[in-house]
């Protein structure tokens, strides 16, 4: 009986060179076929929810300079509107099911900012603020990147933190840096898991809410502080992105997009070398 052939040059085989594998020919004749058919693309809508996520993500990242702005140029005293916050969180936290061991997470992690934050405070007091400016920018371009790629949330999480850490080194008392760590927190990373879980459980109308007074919180910020023009940039930036780049996607996804299966086994492999 014939051995059945292999793709393996450097093998001896009782096969002609020319020699083509009928698993081929039936994987050609599926991929043509498959080629004939219209190319499935996804929905306008579930991919402006998917470009809302990553819009309102952006958002939340915005909101750590509102309340780095409040705090470090118009003195605005945070421990209420902290305490209101914090309250708010642990009740949904409770609504949401937390178990003990992530409430104990949480309270290990508060206690943990309470202690660092007067070195926090001092880090990087020798830095010059052109420098911290710089540094943040830095690292919330490379915050937005890592959401865009989904990397890992300990990866997100790390620049998220250390970008806050370099921000509180200019506010004037410890209780502004613990403040405005524990708030970045709260709107950076507990405000985006209870919104995927309003979504997962079809919350839609609630989530609704939560977007709009984000957004309503943010342009009345650039409203008071850079004035209508630029929340009609940001606006019309906010559309074009949530609503128009959809459309976008999906022609490149219908024209451009190519994921066939087939054939893959047949490309082209790299060597591996001893």
């Not at 926090?120 to 937005?144: E, G, M, N, P, Q």
């Not at 370099?166 to 008392?173: D, I, Q």
Request: charge should be neutral; charged fraction near 15%.
């Amino acid at each position: 009986m014939t051995k059945p052939w292999q793709r393996l040059l450097w093998l001896k085989q009782d096969y002609p060179d020319n020699y083509t594998d009928p698993d081929f020919l039936n994987e050609v004749a599926k991929l043509q076929e498959a080629l004939s058919e219209p190319q499935k693309t996804s929905s306008y809508a579930q991919v402006v929810i998917d470009f809302s996520l990553f819009y309102h993500r952006i958002l939340n990242t915005g909101l750590t300079y509102v309340a780095f702005t409040l705090l470090h140029f118009y003195h605005f005293n945070p421990i209420y509107f902290t305490i209101g916050l914090t309250s708010f969180a642990f009740l949904i936290a409770i609504i949401y099911h937390y178990t003990t061991v992530q409430i104990k997470s949480s309270l290990i992690i508060i206690f943990t900012m309470l202690i660092l934050s007067p070195v926090l405070k001092s880090l990087s007091k020798t830095t010059s603020s052109d420098s911290i400016w710089t540094i943040s920018c830095w690292l919330t371009a490379f915050y937005v990147l890592s959401i865009f790629l989904h990397t890992d949330s300990i990866t997100s999480t790390n620049i998220l933190v250390a970008n806050v850490a370099v921000l509180a080194s200019r506010l004037e008392s410890t209780t502004d840096v613990f403040c405005f760590l524990l708030i970045c927190i709260e709107i950076n990373i507990l405000l985006p898991y209870v919104e995927q879980s309003l979504l997962a459980r079809n919350y839609n109308l609630t989530y609704a809410i939560t977007f709009c007074l984000d957004n309503l919180v943010a342009y009345y910020f650039v409203a008071k502080c850079l004035g209508w023009y630029y929340v009609f940039i940001f606006g019309m930036s906010a559309i074009t992105f949530v609503l128009v780049l959809p459309r976008y996607f999906i022609y490149w996804q219908r024209n451009y997009y190519k994921s066939d299966p087939y054939l893959c086994r047949w490309d082209a492999k790299k060597p591996v070398l001893d």
